[in-house]
C-alpha cells in the first residue's frame, strides 16, 4: 500500500464544516424568527380537475380545515411557507448536530494521530498510513538543489541556524522561522512564466497542512528602478499561480520603513502554523 502524503484535506474539510456550521446558524436563526410571526395552523392541499385548492386546519382533530378561497390566497402562501420553514429548520438543527459530533470525532480519533500515540517499541513493527511529521520534513528539508552562491566581497550574514543570507532583513525573518521550527529553503530555485528561474529569498512549509508558501522580502522599495523591476516579477507571480495569502507571502519595507518584526510574526503565525 502506498503511503499517504497529503494530509491537508482534512484541514480543508474542517474549514469548509466551520462555513457550513455559520451558514446553518445563521439559517436556524432566521426561520426561527419566521415561524414566530407565522399564522396559526397548517395547510391541506387537494388536487380538483380545475386545479390546485387550499385548507386551512387549526384543529388536529380537523383533518378536512377550512377551505381558503382564492382571494385570500395569501394566507394559504404563508402556511405553505410556514410548512417549508419548519421542515428546514428541523434539517439544519439535525445537519448541525452531525456536524459537531463529526468535529468531535476527528479533533479526538485522528487516524493522522493515532500512529504518534502508540509505544515506542509498538512503532517499530508499524508501518503507518501517513508519512509522520517528521519524516515528511526529514525528506522536505532533504532536497537537493544548486545553491546561488555568493561573491567573496559580500558581507556575511547568518541566521541563529548557521544559514547564511544576504541581509540583515532576511536575518530576522530566517531566525523568526527558526524561532517558531518552520523548515525553509533559502534562494530554492522555481520558474515563473515570462521570466524563467528565479530564486525567492524563502521556500516554507506548513507542518500542519505540508503546504508551500513562497516567502519574498523587497527590501528598497522607494527606489524606482528597483521597485518597477519587483512589480514585474510580482506579476509574473500571480501569472505563475501564486498569490499572497494563498501560496505565497510578501513583505516591504523602505530607507525610511524598516521591516517589522510583529508583521513577520503576525506573516508566520497566519500562515505557516
Known sequence: MKRIEEIDQQEQLLELLKKRK??????????????????EGTLRVLK??????????????????IYIPKKR????????QKGYDRKVLDLAKE?????????????????????????????????????????????????????????????V????????????????IA??????????????????????TVRPDFMCLNIRTRKEFIWE???MMDNIAYANKNIAKINAYEQSGFYQGKNMIMTFETSQY??????????????LL
Not at 175 to 196: A, D, H
Request: net charge positive.
Open 157 to 172: 550574514y547568518c541566521s541563529n541556524g548557521g544559514v547564511r543570507l544576504r541581509s540583515k532583513s532576511e536575518i530576522i
Open 48 to 65: 380538483r380537475p380545475n386545479g390546485w385548492q387550499y385548507y386551512r386546519r387549526t384543529d388536529p382533530k380537523d383533518t378536512n380545515g
Open 258 to 271: 524598516a521591516i517589522s518584526s510583529y508583521v513577520i510574526k503576525n506573516m508566520i503565525e497566519q500562515y
Open 217 to 219: 522580502h523587497f527590501g
Open 22 to 39: 455559520e451558514m446553518l446558524k445563521y439559517l436556524i436563526s432566521e426561520k426561527e424568527k419566521a415561524l414566530k410571526s407565522a399564522p
Open 175 to 196: 531566525n523568526m522561522l527558526e524561532q517558531f521550527k518552520v523548515p525553509y529553503r533559502y534562494e530554492y530555485p522555481i520558474t515563473l512564466k515570462g521570466i524563467g
Open 73 to 80: 390566497q395569501r394566507t394559504a402562501r404563508e402556511l405553505a
Open 95 to 155: 445537519e448541525l448536530e452531525v456536524i459537531k459530533h463529526y468535529e468531535d470525532f476527528i479533533n479526538t480519533k485522528s487516524i493522522k494521530d493515532l500512529f504518534a500515540l502508540m509505544m515506542p517499541g509498538r512503532k517499530e513493527l508499524i508501518t503507518p498510513v501517513f508519512v509522520t511529521d517528521k519524516e515528511y520534513i526529514e525528506a522536505w528539508r532533504g532536497e537537493i538543489y544548486k545553491p546561488m552562491g555568493f561573491e567573496g566581497d559580500m558581507s
